[in-house]
């Protein structure tokens, strides 16, 4: 999936909106009556939206935050660690190491490929590679 970058005129933010046209002046006037029935409904109604907005604003709670350690919390000053019988730090685990004898060395091929070798022919032919 490959991503594209759009030139600025796709771009969605600081878009304003431009003055409204419209097809006719009769248009327009319908517009504008539509318009003012809606605000004479809403003042009807009581749903003035600014002033109930700042209303709900002024009226609503202040928040107030406080840092305190949780109610169950506030008796453990200390937590034992748990004792598993180990006196010492617990021993880095051993390296393995190859103890069989199908291989008997491993070759270096194109830019420090480590390669497996099995037998004398496969280490002759790893030697006379191009490189």
């Not at 504008?32 to 009807?44: A, F, G, H």
């Amino acid at each position: 999936m490959t991503m594209h970058l759009l030139p600025p005129m796709y771009s969605t933010t600081g878009k304003k909106k431009g003055k409204v046209k419209f097809a006719s002046a009769e248009a327009k006037h319908k517009a504008e009556q539509l318009d003012r029935e809606w605000s004479e409904l809403q003042k009807r109604w009581g749903v003035e939206a600014e002033a109930k907005k700042r209303q709900r604003a002024m009226t609503s709670e202040t928040l107030s935050y406080s840092l305190s350690t949780p109610p169950g919390r506030s008796n453990t000053n200390h937590i034992k660690s748990l004792n598993t019988g180990h006196l010492g730090p617990v021993s880095s685990k051993q390296i393995p190491q190859y103890t069989g004898t199908k291989i008997i060395g491993i070759g270096t091929m194109h830019k420090s490929n480590a390669v497996p070798i099995f037998s004398d022919e496969e280490a002759v032919a790893i030697s006379t590679m191009r490189r």
